[in-house]
């Protein structure tokens, strides 16, 4: 019944279902219960989904906005290096479905503490923010993962380092970030454990937009990752041009 119900939703195989359960990785099974969970709404325990309301605001003076956070009672909390690895496969294309998959190293700058996780988040779910249902957990390699993960058929695609500042306030977390090739960059947001919870959430973060003198029209929906790959076309488009 569970490689039935994975060939049906998943893969879209036919035929006989034990001849193709030799095709189906062990990270298909995750990404089964990424999908199921997303679509029925149910959560398995302590599985680590979550919905994650958050926007993204481009900024132009980082330590304006710091100040004026902590004016608002936000508290820093710590200050780290993001590295993170997205990957895509054939036989499921991320960017195709708005889905994402990385692995993410985190090197704490106060402490020698590094730590990794590995992240799936599901397509957006609504038209103004970058609100998504999301499984995480820390892994105890993230080498060993990335390896994994390019054993059985998943390519990496691209890396995004930034620069990070947390700061927090009762339950909302403000990341103050130095994205490299692309600037800085405020994003704001809230876990949720309901559907219900979501526009509660989204309110109080547009409460902290106005607060800092930015609206949901200054922010944007689009991720790190597909601003470099566009900023990475585009200098590839100009070349091909001589335009540079």
Not at 15 to 26: D, M, P, Y
Not at 164 to 171: S, T, V
Not at 225 to 235: F, I, N, T, V
């Amino acid at each position: 019944m569970f490689f039935a119900c994975l060939k049906k939703r998943c893969f879209g195989y036919s035929g006989n279902v034990e001849k193709n359960v030799r095709k189906v990785s062990l990270f298909d099974v995750f990404l089964f219960f990424a999908y199921t969970v997303r679509t029925t709404r149910k959560i398995w325990g302590d599985a680590g989904m979550s919905i994650e309301v958050e926007i993204k605001v481009k900024i132009q003076n980082r330590k304006q906005v710091m100040d004026s956070l902590k004016k608002i009672g936000f508290l820093e909390n710590r200050c780290v290096v993001e590295t993170d690895i997205y990957y895509t496969s054939t036989h499921h294309d991320f960017a195709a479905l708005g889905e994402a998959l990385r692995i993410r190293k985190v090197k704490d700058l106060e402490s020698p503490k590094e730590t990794s996780v590995i992240t799936y988040k599901g397509a957006k779910l609504d038209q103004v923010s970058m609100t998504r249902q999301e499984l995480e957990t820390e892994v105890g390699d993230g080498e060993t993962v990335r390896k994994i993960l390019e054993h059985i058929g998943f390519c990496p695609v691209s890396a995004v380092e930034k620069k990070r500042l947390y700061l927090n306030k009762n339950n909302m977390t403000a990341c103050l970030d130095n994205v490299k090739g692309l600037g800085d960059y405020l994003e704001l947001e809230i876990l949720t454990d309901t559907e219900e919870k979501r526009t509660e959430a989204l309110k109080q973060i547009e409460d902290v937009l106005e607060a800092l003198g930015y609206s949901m029209e200054d922010t944007t929906r689009t991720s790190y990752l597909s601003m470099l790959m566009k900023k990475e076309k585009d200098g590839k488009d100009a070349q091909s041009n001589g335009l540079y």
